[in-house]
Structures are given as structure tokens and as C-alpha cells.
T-cell receptor, first 112, second 115 residues
């Protein structure tokens, strides 16, 4: 079974803090994704990585950056957290030619 | 641009009943993939079922089946003999055939199975 894990289930941060969300997958998947999930909006892609050190912006990259130094690990960084970044963050992975994405349990982030 | 619409924000049915969740999409593509994902409360999002647009036969996975109407751009999910464990958010999603990552998501339907 594919396993995608995220470093925290719940996180509370202050406005202006730098926040790191980490995601690890154990199935040697090339593709990794960060989504943001908000009620009534579905999932929105923040960033996508198709290989180590490679990344592409998704639909809502503003205020976020990512890092992929190793194939199995994909980090999402909020450089200066703001209250409008309070949300559920989902990480996913897939094979390079795969259509199915496998998700982590999510991190619920509250920015005060 | 592609869009996915789930018109039912919330539904509830009795255990053992059959329920159908609706999904419509808008695209000018001819080849694409459609997905239903399930997100149980406080648990991971998982794939329920997947349909390739070039296949005429509707996909089925045990109690889950789809009604894929390509001309109408409709992709509904039918859950037969519903169980309490089916309680979840259900998301419909679209992917172009030429893409290996860009999923377009619907807003989701919250399904509650009542005992």
C-alpha cells in the first residue's frame, strides 16, 4: 500500500511566523503535490513537483514556496503566515504516468 | 477552461439504501479521466472509482458504480446498499488525458448515512 505521511495533523501558528509542512511518501513516486482544501471550494493546487529539485506553480502559489531535496520528501513553506492561510493542507503523490493520486491525512493549520 | 460542478452540497440516506451523487463537468477535450474520491471524517482522501472517457462501459467497484454520460458531460456515483462507513465527503475530479497531474476538483458533497 502507498503510504503518504504528513508531519503534523494540527498546527497553530502566529501571524508572520515561518511555517514548514512536510510530506513523505514511501512508494518511490515521482510526482508530489500540495493542495489547500477549503469548504465549498474543493481542492486547489498550490505547487507540484515532478522530480527532485523540480517544481511548478499550481493555481494558488502566492504566499507559499516548496522544497524537494529528496524524492520521497516534499515540503511546503509559508514564508510569513497570514490569517487567510488558515486551512487544511493536503499532500499527495503519484507515479509519473499515473493518473491516481494518493493522499496524506492532511494538516489543519490555524494562523492566529 | 475545465470546470467540475457538484450540485448537492449535502445528502443523507438511511443505511442500506441506494444513493446517487451527481457531478457535471465542462470541457472541450475528447479524451480525459474522471474520478470520485472519498474523504471520511478525519481520515485520508482515497480513490473510490475512476473512468476513462474513451471507455463506453461504466466503471464499477463493488458497491460503487458510475453513470458516465459523455455527451451530457455527466458523471454520477451510485452507492448501493449504503453502509455507515460510507459517511464522508465525496469529490468528483477531472483530468485531461495529456496531463499527469492537473486535477480539476468539484466542491464536494457531504454524504451522511443514518443508522
Amino acid at each position: 500500500d502507498v503510504k503518504v505521511t504528513q508531519s503534523s495533523r494540527y498546527l497553530v501558528k502566529r501571524t508572520g511566523e515561518k511555517v514548514f509542512l512536510e510530506c513523505v511518501q514511501d512508494m518511490d513516486h515521482e510526482n508530489m503535490f500540495w493542495y489547500r482544501q477549503d469548504p465549498g471550494l474543493g481542492l486547489r493546487l498550490i505547487y507540484f513537483s515532478y522530480d527532485v529539485k523540480m517544481k511548478e506553480k499550481g493555481d494558488i502559489p502566492e504566499g507559499y514556496s516548496v522544497s524537494r531535496e529528496k524524492k520521497e520528501r516534499f515540503s511546503l513553506i509559508l514564508e510569513s503566515a497570514s490569517t487567510n492561510q488558515t486551512s487544511m493542507y493536503l499532500c499527495a503523490s503519484s507515479l509519473v504516468q499515473g493518473k491516481t493520486q494518493y493522499f496524506g491525512p492532511g494538516t489543519r493549520l490555524l494562523v492566529l | 477552461a475545465q470546470t467540475v460542478t457538484q450540485s448537492q452540497p449535502e445528502m443523507s440516506v438511511q443505511e442500506a439504501e441506494t444513493v446517487t451523487l451527481s457531478c457535471t463537468y465542462d470541457t472541450s477535450e475528447n479524451n480525459y479521466y474522471l474520478f470520485w474520491y472519498k474523504q471520511p471524517p478525519s481520515r485520508q482522501m482515497i480513490l473510490v472509482i475512476r473512468q476513462e472517457a474513451y471507455k463506453q462501459q461504466n466503471a464499477t467497484e463493488n458497491r460503487f458504480s458510475v453513470n458516465f454520460q459523455k455527451a451530457a458531460k455527466s458523471f454520477s456515483l451510485k452507492i448501493s446498499d449504503s453502509q455507515l462507513g460510507d459517511t464522508a465527503m465525496y469529490f468528483c475530479a477531472f483530468m485531461k488525458h495529456t496531463s499527469n497531474y492537473q486535477l480539476i476538483w468539484g466542491a464536494g458533497t457531504k454524504l451522511i448515512i443514518k443508522p
